[in-house]
């Protein structure tokens, strides 16, 4: 196992929700600018974290500076693309803290931190 695992998102993380293009038909599908984000987020998170994906309950910490997303759309948008990577589901996903703080324009950015969660025995 390889936790924790501590990874800096690309800027703007894009909300996966408010991202989806409807078609005519009532299909959706993600816009272009989601897809093209989860690829590379999800890229990089391969290239950082190299062992199978681990299936443990978790925490995951996701602290965003400057970023305008709600923290639930933030939150989904980081748990699916961390998804068959460092876990298997992110119903493996216990507890969740997403945390905004302001920052200026050229020092945004998103940090991500999963860890196991310890079993209390309780």
Partial sequence: MSLPFETTLP???PSKKNSRINTASGRSFPSKDYTQWQNTARLEARMKYKVEPVTCDLMVRV???GLGNDADNLASSVLDMLEG??????????YL????HPAKRVDRKCVVRVEEVQDDGA
């Fill in 97 to 100: 803290q997403v945390r905004r």
């Fill in 11 to 13: 800027v703007p993380v």
């Fill in 63 to 65: 602290t965003a500076y």
């Fill in 85 to 94: 990577i460092v876990y298997v589901n992110d119903a493996q996903v216990k």
